[in-house]
């Protein structure tokens, strides 16, 4: 299963779920160019929580030493073009 | 990979959780970001009462500090960590432990462990390495732990020694390596595996608890079975135990290798790791000295003119709490503290201590520890980037009106 897989599976039985739902998909990231990106890559192993909780005294550098950890210490399958628009959106949107 | 079962179970547990309307913020501790104190409810997992949510998946709850209030943390109230999501609900029936590598492989069942080895049990900490992370400065990237990632426990079950000696220590063993059930959902994330040096698996305060406060181990701190490393912080204390292996070199997993270390003699830790030792940098080994004012929050309001006393905890890596002094003159000087009741070295300790009758007005209160080796508290953090080992003296200011 791949993570976009993944996650609709994870929405779908939330869903399936009813009243009492999984509180991480009431978890809004602001609005922005990137959101998307950030969303479909980074909810594939964790909730987006983690943004939030480290908001905001991160600069450009060390969100993408955080993208960068992501990917070659935890094995996140993202490219390299989305983890420079998750980096950016981190930066503007979580930055600090 | 997640599969279809864990998945399932994974969400059953997410379900449980109580929905996102009205949920009271949480009481955050002084000092955490802004992302902290704007988004952490308190809420229940399942069998928990509500506490500090800092992420839902991995879940990463921290304890409130007014369940400190006593010297044992309720199971219910006892913080949560996990590194990956994969969580499985282990059925104790199925559940088994090996231990393998040695002359004689074992396979245990949890009524072997309790049957098989004398039940022993031990009083301890168990505090994240990064319990107030977020009270470092400059912030530091990580779960932003408040005063909470910490609790105490009485804890039951079977000496590692004794299991390790049955299994046959293979004379060449250096360090025993530990697996547990919960995994990634992403197969390319490390497993979570940690070694520990053989000295400290021998020891004999160091055990594999089926029980906590004279109950089941709770599912959310490792369920049926964990380790108990008393003294070391709860990196080592690996939950969901299944697996146990001795090793001839040192363990290499990025948990050990990358993750939880800190630089070589910047703490004064005197628990050595030297097999995973490098020049620059060593595993993260004992708790330092620590306390905490869990009586009042910082600008809790008293009576002026009645009388006023404050309490908290202290603990350190099992040196053994020597004395709490407590500072009204922000730490010109200082007076000790009435300690409560021992409960052995690898315990909280309360501590109590009488303000007399304040006037009115601003009243700042520091607690400092000092553990039986002369360790004390420190007045600013040792800065390090992964923010572990935060053991400056907290300071309070009441409003006496």
């Not at chain 2, 426990?153 to 079977?158: Q, V």
Request: with cysteine; aromatic share 8%; proline share 7%.
């Amino acid at each position: 299963m791949n993570h976009s897989r993944l996650i609709v599976a994870a929405l779908a039985l939330g869903l399936a779920g009813a009243a009492a739902r999984a509180d991480e998909f009431a978890i809004k990231l602001k609005p922005g160019e990137g959101v998307d990106t950030v969303q479909n890559n980074c909810a594939a192993c964790h909730s987006l929580d983690y943004v939030l909780m480290n908001s905001p005294f991160m600069d450009a550098k060390t969100w993408t030493a955080e993208v960068t950890k992501m990917k070659a210490a935890f094995g996140a399958d993202i490219n390299d073009t989305d983890a420079k628009v998750i980096a950016d959106y981190l930066t503007k949107n979580y930055g600090g | 990979m997640m599969d279809r079962r864990s998945l399932l179970a994974g969400a059953a547990g997410l379900a449980t959780m109580r929905a996102s309307a009205a949920l009271a913020m949480a009481p955050v501790s002084p000092g955490v970001p802004a992302g902290v104190v704007d988004n952490a409810p308190l809420e229940a997992l399942p069998g928990k009462k509500p506490l500090i949510k800092l992420s839902y998946r991995p879940p990463n709850f921290e304890t409130p500090v007014e369940y400190f209030r006593d010297a044992i943390t309720p199971n219910d109230a006892f913080f949560v960590r996990y590194h990956l999501a994969d969580i499985p609900q282990v059925d104790a029936a199925k559940w088994s432990l090996k231990i393998g590598g040695g002359a004689n492989p074992l396979t245990l069942t949890l009524d072997d462990l309790k049957r098989d080895y004398p039940a022993v049990e031990v009083t301890a900490v168990c505090q994240c390495s990064g319990n107030r992370r977020g009270l470092s400065q400059p912030h530091v990237p990580g779960v932003e732990w408040g005063y909470g990632a910490m609790g105490n426990a009485r804890w039951k079950g079977a000496r590692l020694k004794d299991i390790l000696e049955k299994a046959g220590v293979p004379k060449e063993a250096i360090e025993i390596v530990f697996r547990g059930a919960d995994g990634a959902v992403n197969p390319k994330t490390p497993n979570f595996v940690k070694s520990l040096p053989i000295w400290k698996a021998l020891d004999e305060n160091t055990i594999v608890a089926y029980e906590m406060n004279g109950a089941p181990l709770p599912h959310w701190n490792g369920f049926p079975a964990r380790l108990i490393a008393p003294g070391w912080t709860a990196t080592y204390w690996m939950k969901h135990i299944t697996e146990i292996s001795f090793s001839d070199k040192p363990f290499d997993g990025f948990w050990m290798k990358s993750a939880y270390r800190v630089p070589l003699g910047l703490f004064p830790s005197t628990d050595r790791f030297i097999s995973q030792e490098t020049p620059a940098n060593t595993p993260i080994t004992e708790m330092m000295v620590n306390s905490l004012i869990t009586s009042h929050a910082d600008g809790a309001k008293a009576r002026a003119g009645a009388s006023l006393s404050i309490g908290g905890v202290a603990w350190d890596s099992g040196r053994g709490v020597a004395r709490v002094e407590v500072s009204t003159d922000d730490g010109k000087s200082w007076r000790e503290a009435t300690l409560g009741p021992d409960l052995g070295r690898f315990s909280f300790r309360t501590f109590s201590f009488a303000l007399g009758k304040p006037r009115r007005g601003k009243l700042s209160v520091m607690a400092r520890a000092t553990n039986k080796a002369g360790q004390t508290q420190v007045s600013t953090a040792i800065f390090n980037p992964p923010g572990y080992h935060h053991n400056v003296i907290q300071k309070i200011t009441l409003d006496i009106a």
